[in-house]
């Protein structure tokens, strides 16, 4: 059973720029969410979507957003980038949410310059 | 607000010893509790998952336990390899917001 797919693994923006990051979960599972790791405020919750619908956000600006496809897949965009927003975004799937097990992608590493 | 602290931030052991590792969080009224290993630059590989109305869980030589009255989860490691090495991260699924807050982690390090 394939993981948790993410892409593009790398990418480089100066600020300014927006960014869109896409997310495949695994096969079957409807729940997906996103992370921001870095170094200084280690793994915060960005928001989490099931069945299409936002089920869940955290504490980040509106220049952060996302959406579900009707296959699951997921995207997450962020707008006029900051050099703030270097960091490594993680999403994660699982069957439902909640009480399920949450399975990580390798993450997109995201530099803006 | 769930809060979750992960002791001690980093730690170094002999290889062949065992190991606990510490998580602690604030709000009990939690669904689960997960741990995960993080190696560097890499995305998170869960490791246990265990349910509030659990007390412990086992994989290998990995042992967690929950003591959700007390805030409290450890990670026993048996036999520590040096392919342990990595940073170890628990999460709490919290009722309250829904959401999976994660501890700053514990980086181990075995040593042949």
């Known amino acids: 059973k394939a993981g948790v797919t993410q892409t593009p693994r790398y990418l480089i923006k100066t600020r300014g720029q927006q960014v869109t990051l896409s997310c495949s979960p695994i096969?079957?599972?409807?729940?997906v969410s996103w992370y921001q790791q870095t170094p200084g405020q280690g793994l915060q919750f960005l928001f989490e979507?099931?069945?299409?619908?936002?089920?869940n956000k955290g504490n980040f600006p509106g220049r952060f957003s996302g959406r579900q496809f009707s296959n699951s897949r997921s995207e997450m965009n962020v707008s006029t980038l900051e050099l703030g927003d270097s960091a490594l975004y993680l999403c994660?799937?699982?069957?439902?949410?909640?009480?399920?097990?949450?399975?990580f992608g390798p993450g997109t590493r995201l530099t803006v310059l | 607000k769930q809060e979750v602290t992960q002791i001690p931030a980093a730690l170094s052991v002999p290889e062949g010893e065992n190991l606990v590792l510490n998580c602690s969080f604030t709000?009990?009224?939690?669904?689960?509790l997960q741990w995960f290993r993080q190696d560097p630059g890499k995305g998170l590989t869960s490791l246990l998952l265990?349910?509030?109305?659990?007390r412990e869980q086992t994989s290998g030589r990995l042992n967690a336990s929950l003591d959700k009255s007390s805030g409290r989860s450890t990670l026993y490691i048996a036999a520590s390899q040096p392919g342990d090495s990595a940073t170890y991260l628990c999460?709490?699924?919290?009722?309250?917001?829904?959401?999976?807050?994660f501890g700053a982690g514990t980086r181990l390090t075995v040593k042949p």
């Open positions: 999460a709490v699924r919290t009722y309250n917001n829904n959401d999976m807050r």
């Open positions: 096969s079957g599972h409807r729940s």
């Open positions: 265990i349910q509030s109305s659990q």
């Open positions: 979507y099931f069945s299409e619908t936002q089920r």
């Open positions: 709000d009990s009224a939690i669904y689960n």
């Open positions: 994660a799937s699982s069957i439902s949410g909640r009480g399920n097990e949450q399975f």
